[in-house]
């Protein structure tokens, strides 16, 4: 950036206010940010400061990798281009670099055996800074000379390397995964070169490609780089990275690998950048860990990453019980990143093959990856299944937060929130899952209550709403503290929790057509609160509620309790925000009409600093508009431990033992007491 005379850069901005932006970014993210010695280190020995986000482009979904490019042979031709500009988007703001791979990669064969029809060649790839690899092949019958595709893998895949051995493939594992890992030596060698753990270990697997090139019995041309986990995102960033590889296996990649960073956030309860950064700060670049919170103002993402595979053959294989991930993230980023493989006569090479279970990948998926290899490499075409297309819900939109032009009240909101919603229709729930076996809505919704510690009714009820958690329903897959639920519980609450439709227990249920996701979760919330309270013994219910969950707590208080629904005391709200498609149609009111509907009760709005779903200060005003306190979290949108004591405080200070007289005027107008 070239600075002129007037302290403006070339593109007008105003150098001093970017400084000084850095400095606000970095001051507030220090405040908020949970300990991390290893990010510590790295800002006292020079770290760079927070990147100026308001530079950045805020977008809480997915872009096309294609965007700007015409289409056809035209645009096919600038894909190298392009593909250029990713790559170096991804250097920048997520790995760091690695250096350019050498005019020639030297290697040494070690040691050859023998035993139960595999040759195993022991290769030291490199020279100085070496890294080894284990070579399996078949053995050809006599006199037959065979060259066979090879699966490129971590060491620690060696089950993966039995099964392609199996089907007549051969296998490489490389020395470059956790407890056997060459690369940290080979980084020590390039002092000036500075880049994640798994930039170096995909820099790696280049390198033992190199060396295949030229070992007999290899066929180079179909070398399959594959791995789960982390070595899933390692297997991605290969292939994005070198384009001799013919295809890559991401298993349960997670975050940063096949799953969309801006999609599987802190305040989906997934992995996060905070939660990435931290447990594991040796992954990436240092200074991705500043766009904890800010993963909208990430100028990449994974579907940029499966792009730059294109057109080679991708197969994500995602867990639909892995609380590491999300499925509507990862399918997010598959159909993103197809309009480059579409670009480039392919839009058929880039699978997503849903698995049941967590986050392990046993036999029946690697057969499966096998399967897929075969078929794209070479092999016979394979039976695929037709998806099943669901309708596709509206997203919350950001202009809904603050006061409309006028007020939507009463009988007029509710028939407005009926449009927006649909008709609740009737739930398919699969097996119950639940705490007291037998506790269901009428609907068949699997209702588990939480008791606290005497096993009790406790000192009142409270419903838990959170975000849907895809693959554990309501229970948090990923945590920055106790859960919220088992908190209110050991405070003396009952609490009354079920997996919201699409997750956990109800995987796979899709809401009826006339129906939507936010519809059906509003009519479950109040049949659960009604068979929660009429277990405990309770006449009301208490909510408390989380991004989507606020949501539908808001819209629950907008319709109101039927005659045979328990009706809601009060209810604390943090962060009453969402992106997800969750409407059956635009909606005719806003965040501040809903809150109106709550201003007859104890209610609380728990607002973060920075969030990437609602436009800076529109909740301030709709719960202006409203009449509804409003408390201000130095914090980005999650449920830290700070928050997660504020909603403790908030109910114990005016929950049951506290009469409505002391929170309340004598005209009905709300004490703010916070």
């Known amino acids: 950036m070239t600075q002129t005379l007037s302290g403006r850069s070339a593109d007008g901005l105003d150098v001093r206010s970017a400084a000084a932006r850095r400095v606000r970014y970095t001051a507030e993210l220090t405040a908020a940010l949970p300990p991390s010695a290893p990010f510590e280190a790295w800002r006292a020995a020079g770290g760079d400061l927070a990147p100026d986000f308001a530079r950045l482009p805020a977008r809480t979904g997915l872009w096309s990798p294609t965007e700007g490019l015409p289409a056809g042979a035209a645009g096919a031709a600038e894909w190298p281009a392009r593909r250029a500009v990713l790559r170096a988007r991804w250097r920048r703001w997520l790995t760091g670099t690695t250096p350019p791979a050498p005019r020639r990669t030297p290697v040494r064969v070690t040691g050859v055996t023998t035993a139960g029809g595999v040759e195993v060649r022991e290769l030291v790839v490199g020279d100085g800074s070496s890294v080894r690899a284990r070579l399996l092949l078949p053995v050809p019958p006599a006199g037959v000379r065979r060259d066979v595709p090879v699966y490129l893998l971590q060491s620690s895949h060696g089950p993966w390397a039995e099964a392609a051995l199996a089907r007549g493939w051969g296998a490489c594992l490389v020395s470059a995964a956790d407890g056997d890992d060459d690369t940290e030596a080979v980084e020590r060698a390039f002092p000036s070169f500075v880049a994640g753990r798994l930039a170096w270990r995909a820099w790696a697997l280049s390198r033992v490609l190199d060396a295949l090139t030229d070992q007999p019995g290899v066929d180079a041309r179909r070398v399959l780089v594959g791995g789960h986990s982390r070595n899933g995102k390692t297997a991605l960033l290969a292939a994005a990275t070198d384009d001799r590889f013919a295809g890559v296996v991401s298993?349960?990649?997670?975050?940063?690998?096949?799953?969309?960073?801006?999609?599987?956030?802190?305040?989906?309860?997934?992995?996060g950048v905070e939660l990435l950064t931290r447990y594991?700060?040796?992954?990436?670049?240092?200074?991705?860990?500043?766009?904890?919170?800010?993963?909208?103002?990430?100028?990449?993402?994974?579907?940029?990453?499966?792009?730059?595979?294109?057109?080679?053959?991708?197969?994500?294989?995602?867990?639909v019980a892995d609380p590491v991930e999300r499925v509507p993230a990862a399918r997010a980023a598959v159909e993103a990143a197809r309009e480059a493989f579409t670009l480039l006569g392919r839009g058929d090479a880039l699978e997503l093959a849903l698995r049941p279970g967590g986050h392990r990948a046993d036999e029946s998926a690697v057969a499966a990856q096998l399967d897929w290899a075969q078929s794209v490499l070479g092999g016979p075409p394979r039976r695929r299944l037709s998806a099943l297309v669901a309708a596709a819900p509206v997203a919350w939109p950001a202009d809904r937060v603050r006061p409309g032009p006028r007020p939507v009240r009463g009988a007029e909101l509710r028939t407005a929130v009926r449009a927006a919603l649909g008709r609740p229709g009737r739930a398919v729930v699969p097996l119950p899952r639940a705490a007291e076996p037998g506790l269901r809505t009428a609907d068949g919704v699997p209702v588990t209550v939480l008791r606290p510690s005497d096993g009790g009714s406790g000192r009142g009820l409270v419903l838990w709403l959170g975000p849907p958690c895809a693959a554990t329903g309501w229970q948090a897959g990923y945590e920055q503290a106790e859960p919220l639920p088992e908190q209110l519980a050991a405070a003396g609450w009952a609490v009354a929790c079920a997996d919201p439709v699409g997750s956990g227990a109800r995987y796979g249920e899709q809401p009826g057509r006339a129906s939507s996701p936010l519809g059906r979760m509003t009519a479950d919330a109040a049949a659960v609160a009604t068979v929660a309270a009429a277990a405990t013994g309770h006449d009301r219910v208490w909510v408390a509620a989380y991004g989507t969950g606020a949501l539908v707590a808001l819209h629950l208080l907008a319709l109101g309790a039927g005659p045979r629904e328990v009706p809601v005391a009060g209810a604390v709200l943090v962060a009453p925000s969402c992106g997800e498609p969750l409407l059956r149609a635009r909606p005719g009111y806003t965040v501040a009409d809903l809150l109106a509907a709550a201003a007859d009760r104890p209610t609380v709005v728990l607002d973060p600093a920075w969030d990437p779903e609602t436009p800076a200060g529109a909740l301030a005003a709709a719960c202006r508009a409203a009449g509804v306190p409003r408390v201000p979290l130095a914090d980005w949108h999650r449920l830290?431990?700070?928050t997660r004591a504020a909603v403790l405080g908030w109910l114990d200070e005016h929950g049951p033992g506290r009469p409505l007289s002391a929170v309340l005027t004598a005209d009905g107008g709300r004490v703010p007491t916070w």
Request: glycine share 10%; net charge neutral; charged share 20%.
């Open 251 to 271: 298993s349960s990649s997670g975050v940063l690998g096949a799953i969309p960073a801006r999609l599987c956030t802190d305040r989906h309860f997934g992995e």
């Open 280 to 319: 594991y700060p040796g992954w990436y670049h240092p200074s991705l860990r500043w766009f904890a919170g800010r993963e909208h103002r990430l100028p990449t993402d994974s579907h940029e990453l499966l792009a730059l595979a294109a057109p080679r053959p991708v197969f994500v294989s995602v867990a």
């Open 640 to 642: 830290s431990g700070d």
